[in-house]
């Protein structure tokens, strides 16, 4: 599927939930959506690729796929250091929250983020990955 991008799509996956990890990896390799699929077990450990990265753009993610509810560092938590990286680092990457809370706070405090797009649901369907990557991509 051609995308707006010239360059390979690649998308971040932050859940500490290995099965959910798991699942949603192969959902978006499914889907053939996306050339590269980087999984981060914790939102240290994907700011920790950030900075390793910081200075390559080509391993750089399109999209974050991010957790809300994480032991340690939460979604939000790692929003709030993800906003303190250079404007050209985020500049061709957009956030999506995957969660699967039914907390009306979290729901209002993802939609107003502003480097959240958009709340997806947990589980992740694969007709609502293709939506999003056709609206976004």
Same mark, same amino acid.
């Given at each position: 599927?051609?995308?707006?991008?010239?360059?390979?799509?690649?998308?971040?996956?932050?859940?500490?939930? *290995?099965?959910?990890?798991?699942?949603?990896?192969?959902?978006?390799?499914i889907?053939?959506?996306?050339?590269? *699929?980087?999984?981060?077990?914790?939102?240290?450990?994907?700011?920790?690729?950030?900075?390793?990265?910081?200075?390559?753009?080509?391993?750089?993610?399109?999209?974050?796929l991010?957790?809300?509810?994480?032991?340690?560092?939460?979604?939000?938590?790692?929003?709030?250091?993800?906003k303190?990286?250079?404007?050209?680092?985020?500049?061709?990457?957009?956030?999506?929250?995957?969660?699967?809370?039914?907390?009306f706070?979290?729901?209002?405090?993802?939609?107003?983020?502003?480097?959240?797009?958009?709340?997806?649901?947990?589980?992740?369907?694969?007709?609502?990955?293709?939506?999003?990557?056709?609206?976004?991509?």
């Amino acid at each position: 599927m051609p995308n707006k991008l010239e360059r390979p799509v690649k998308v971040m996956l932050i859940d500490d939930n *290995i099965i959910d990890l798991k699942i949603n990896s192969k959902i978006i390799f499914i889907s053939k959506l996306f050339d590269e *699929i980087i999984q981060c077990r914790s939102g240290e450990d994907a700011l920790s690729y950030f900075n390793i990265h910081s200075n390559q753009p080509d391993k750089l993610p399109n999209l974050i796929l991010l957790d809300i509810q994480m032991p340690e560092m939460d979604g939000f938590e790692f929003l709030e250091n993800y906003k303190r990286f250079p404007p050209e680092l985020k500049e061709n990457c957009v956030v999506a929250m995957l969660s699967s809370t039914l907390d009306f706070g979290d729901i209002r405090k993802a939609e107003a983020n502003p480097y959240v797009i958009k709340l997806l649901k947990k589980p992740l369907y694969p007709e609502h990955l293709e939506e999003f990557f056709k609206a976004n991509f």
